[in-house]
């Protein structure tokens, strides 16, 4: 198992590195572009909407972060030794290594913590919210000090700008808790394939509350996808309709958080936050918004829980899993953030749905996952899916007819 795992985490990686250093996005005014035009996607990366255009001379990043002209870029004389090594092309391929690594990691690391607290008398884990919170706790220790110190400079914020975003942090912590629910109730797989099928939700949603109608072609690749997971929950041998309900929420929550970071992110303080600066700011905002479920969903089971972790002798499991799984959510979505900057939305896209497929792969192979073949062919259908509207959104971009 351990040789067949080790067999899928080595290839995703060269085929990360080799398959996605084209198409890369350098400048800042193109990652502003991006990211603006673009959803922020919990579990999931960032997929494409429409990109607003700016008009800008074509400024370059050095290893440091700062922005630099195109002659000065092109001096790459004028570098040595880590600095030279440290290149677009190096930056981007770690990002993709991280991001990928991470969620994977993620993903089986958050399965043994559910494992490990137990799961209560309707069949879902125990303190899934609690669980949620903790992760998220973890990224705002790792990223808190490094402002503190110095070593990444910290975000100006106004209370007004902290307000604005603060819609983004709710829906943000919501999309997390709900997957993490998904994920414990069952298996890491076919959490994922209905976790694939959240351009559905973000397409509808859209249509509904921004008025934002696609072409009829965008819509018509949304019905591989809906067939696919329906196909796969069919004759899913693993199929809970808790983690059913769980994804779907949790992709809900994830359009939801389209919507309202669309307005937010257009506005110049939020452009000036930068990649790992506004991933950061919702962390911390989805952790506060996180705190008062906890409260009052798993407070009051707090020692029953504790009983029966004490009583299956997975203390120790508990606490470190739900550090590893919270350390490797913000690196993998951190490192996403950082790679849309290198992307375009189509490319990272692409990489996303790719993404998909090597932690059902590797989460089979972990957990020993069965998988009818029905199973496996809708999975295959929905996530095919997920790349055909990515495409067709590019393509029909602007066209509502």
């Known amino acids: ?3 067949k795992f080790l067999i899928v985490c080595v290839a995703s990686l060269a085929l990360v590195a080799n398959s996605f250093t084209i198409d890369r996005v350098t400048s800042p005014t193109r ?26 001379k074509p400024l370059y990043m050095t290893a ?21 090594l440290w290149n677009s092309n190096t930056q981007l391929a770690a990002y993709l290594v991280v991001w990928y690594m991470g969620n994977i990691y993620y993903n089986i690391y958050n399965k043994k913590a559910c494992i490990a ?22 990224g705002v220790l790792f990223v808190v000090p490094c402002w503190l110190t110095g070593i990444r400079k910290a975000p100006n914020m106004t209370s007004e700008n902290w307000k604005e975003i603060a819609p983004v942090g709710l829906f943000a912590s919501l999309a997390h808790a709900f997957s993490v629910l998904a994920l414990g109730a069952g298996a890491v797989s076919f959490a994922q394939i209905v976790k694939s099928a959240e351009p559905v939700f973000a397409a509808f949603t859209n249509a ?3 008025k934002d109608i696609d072409h009829p072609m965008v819509y018509a690749a949304l019905l591989p996808i809906i067939g696919g997971v329906g196909l796969a929950s069919l004759k899913e041998l693993s199929f809970s309709w808790t983690a059913l309900i769980g994804a779907s929420l949790a992709n809900q929550a994830a359009a939801f958080k389209n919507v309202v970071s669309k307005g937010v992110m257009k506005k110049d303080w939020a452009k ?6 506004t991933y950061a700011v919702v962390t911390i905002l989805a952790l506060l918004f996180t705190l008062p479920f906890v409260a009052a969903f798993d407070l009051k089971d707090a020692a029953a829980v504790y009983n ?20 490797a959510f913000y690196l993998y979505n951190e490192a996403s953030f950082l790679a849309l900057s290198r992307l375009s ?15 059902i792969v590797a989460s089979c192979i972990v957990f020993n996952t069965p998988m009818s073949l029905l199973g496996g062919i809708g999975s295959g259908v929905a996530i095919l899916g997920t790349l055909l509207y990515s495409l067709a959104k590019k393509k029909y971009s602007g066209s509502a007819h």
Do not use: C
């Not at 440091?64 to 030279?84: D, I, Q």
């Open 1 to 3: 198992m351990k040789m």
């Open 31 to 56: 990652y502003l572009n991006n990211l603006s035009g673009l959803k922020i996607n919990n579990a999931a990366g960032i997929s494409s909407a429409r990109p607003i255009h700016f008009q800008a």
């Open 64 to 84: 440091e972060g700062s922005a630099v002209s195109e002659s000065a870029a092109a001096s790459p004389e004028k570098k040595s030794g880590l600095a030279a």
């Open 117 to 138: 607290l137990g799961k209560n008398a309707a069949g879902a884990s125990n303190a899934h919210w609690a669980l949620s919170a903790v992760q998220l706790l973890v």
């Open 208 to 210: 509904l509350i921004l």
């Open 272 to 277: 000036s936050l930068g990649p790992q600066n």
């Open 308 to 327: 029966q972790v004490m009583a299956m002798g997975t203390g120790k499991d508990v606490i470190k899993y739900s550090t590893l799984s919270g350390l």
């Open 345 to 359: 939305p189509v490319t990272h896209s692409v990489a996303n749905t790719l993404k998909r497929v090597v932690i």
